[in-house]
């Protein structure tokens, strides 16, 4: 058998996102998406991260990485580039435990949106052809550089930035006419040891394509890329995820059931020297209701909070509630709710924030989680709103729904 070494390098030090690697994406660890690709792969043998930090390291070894070492300080700086991080882990593995892959696959933490079969795809690709070196993700580049220039100031003239046989002005001709251009993503490259350990590069002069559908190109270097990128996720594109599939939005909606606490409120209490509670809601978020109703959609509120708050305010926006359930109750309940109105599960709409909304995630066609909703159901619903429950989560929901239905 072939060794094949995917390596995940994941430093602790990023400046643009502080502790990036291990921050949630899309209710996982970053680093999870990459450790993730890799365990998918029928053909690597072996998964390592290599890092500095022993939080990253943690993290990675719960994920499914193996961290037999911790990469030198001073292999982990911002100027640092991949070659050496790559020689320090193969020189490493080979002095300490004799291991010598043939190919080591790199898989960046900051690319983490990958299609299924991407890993095994770049090997086969090296495997096939002996004169290859590596094997390099390339989308179709968004933005053509025979129509780019080379500036020296401004006031001196342009200069182009390529030429191109036969075509005089390059800059001046149609697209069509132009070579064909990709751009390198951080997605994947399949490296062959000796390119590494005998040509002191991660590529080699023979460089070999994975041509990657460009709806998949990621690259995440600032917290707006971060959010952009967790709704491509929640969109419904079809990745590898270090947890289930999600689902998409159901073709037909019968039934959607809000959890109270952290979904119609924002999850905040107050309570007066009487003991009486109070809570606070959106007014916003009931505004779409009436229409919701008229498109045939009903609409419930299931909650454990025993609080006649529940219902008062349900009773205020006009939506059925049923509350003071018992905690580990709720799935119970939904099922005999479903069964009563004759209303099919694949067909249902749930909403919730925190654990005990779990067993109605499982019983729901359609699995929908606040903003600020707990780790677990991020990672659990199939969609999670931009906006934080008790503020705006609710109607962003109906909004959704009502487009879905009237496309």
């Not at 590529?203 to 917290?223: H, Q, S």
Request: net charge neutral; aromatic share 6%; charged share 25%.
């Amino acid at each position: 058998m072939t060794e094949i070494l995917a390596l995940i390098p994941a430093r602790g030090g990023s400046k643009g996102i502080p502790r990036k690697n291990i921050r949630s994406f899309a209710g996982y660890p970053l680093i999870a998406w990459s450790i993730a690709a890799a365990k998918q792969s029928s053909l690597a043998t072996r998964i390592i991260a290599s890092t500095d930090d022993e939080e990253i390291a943690s993290v990675a070894r719960e994920w499914g990485a193996e961290v037999p070492f911790l990469r030198p300080s001073e292999l982990a700086q911002d100027n640092t580039t991949d070659l050496p991080v790559f020689e320090h882990a193969l020189k490493w593995l080979e002095e300490n435990e004799g291991y010598k892959p043939e190919i080591v696959v790199q898989l960046r933490p900051t690319s983490p949106l990958r299609p299924k079969g991407m890993v095994d795809d770049a090997i086969r690709i090296l495997l096939e052809h002996a004169d290859a070196d590596c094997v390099r993700g390339v989308v179709p580049a968004g933005q053509n550089p025979f129509k780019m220039w080379r500036f020296n100031g401004a006031d001196k003239p342009l200069k182009p930035l390529l030429e191109v046989n036969g075509i005089p002005e390059p800059y001046n001709a149609p697209r069509q006419i132009l070579p064909p251009v990709y751009w390198q993503t951080g997605h994947i490259d399949a490296i062959r040891i000796a390119t590494i350990t005998r040509k002191k590069s991660l590529t080699g002069d023979v460089i070999y394509p994975l041509v990657i559908d460009p709806k998949y190109t990621v690259d995440i270097d600032n917290l707006q890329d971060w959010a952009k990128y967790e709704a491509v996720v929640y969109g419904g594109l079809d990745v590898v995820s270090p947890g289930r599939s999600r689902r998409p939005m159901p073709q037909k909606i019968e039934l959607v059931v809000f959890d109270f606490d952290g979904v119609i409120t924002d999850n905040r209490v107050w309570t007066d020297q009487d003991g009486r509670e109070s809570v606070a809601a959106s007014r916003s978020d009931s505004m779409k209701f009436k229409e919701m109703r008229e498109r045939g959609v009903e609409l419930l509120i299931l909650s454990s909070e025993p609080n006649p708050v529940v219902e008062a305010r349900a009773k205020k926006i006009g939506v059925e509630a049923i509350h003071g359930i018992g905690m580990q109750d709720k799935g119970r309940v939904m099922r005999e709710v479903l069964g009563q109105k004759k209303v099919r599960a694949e067909n249902v709409v749930y909403v919730g924030n925190d654990l005990n909304d779990l067993p109605c995630f499982e019983i729901a066609g359609w699995a929908v989680a606040v903003a600020d909703a707990v780790p677990e159901v991020l990672r659990a619903a199939d969609f999670v709103l931009t906006k934080p429950g008790g503020r705006g989560a609710v109607r962003e929901l109906c909004e959704l729904i009502l487009k879905n239905n009237s496309a």
